[in-house]
């Protein structure tokens, strides 16, 4: 699938997702209650919501990679950068490695998550 035909597939998909949002807002939340309650959670507990959360915000990227799920571009590139944010890492870096992806699906030399 060439770029080309996966921004006309993101394009006729644009509309705002009410249930992307609330993900989105819970992923925030619990980001935000662990790093500023971490001394009051078990360690044990800490450690799995720490977890579920980095999880959860790769279903954040991936929509945001998408431009989803505001019609604003500017807003989700804007949600983008802020939910690399625990992870270091570059809101364009993700997208143009997602996208080598979806152009090279399995193939174990142009693939970047194969």
């Known amino acids: 699938m060439s770029l080309e035909e ?5 394009e006729v998909d644009r509309s ?4 992307t949002w609330i993900i989105l807002i819970l992923v925030y939340a619990l980001f935000l209650t662990t790093t500023f309650f971490h001394s009051f959670i078990p360690t044990v507990a800490l450690f799995l919501l720490g977890g579920l959360t980095i999880a959860w915000f790769g ?3 991936h929509e945001l990679i998408h431009d989803h799920p505001s019609r604003q571009t500017w807003l989700n590139e804007l949600l983008g ?12 870096v993700m997208r143009f490695t997602h996208y080598e992806h979806h152009r090279h699906t399995n193939d ?7």
């Open 6 to 10: 996966i921004n006309q597939i993101d």
């Open 59 to 61: 279903s954040v990227q």
């Open 81 to 92: 950068w802020v939910s690399l944010i625990p992870l270091w890492q570059s809101f364009q």
């Open 16 to 19: 705002s997702n009410w249930k």
């Open 108 to 114: 174990p030399e142009l693939d970047p998550d194969y």
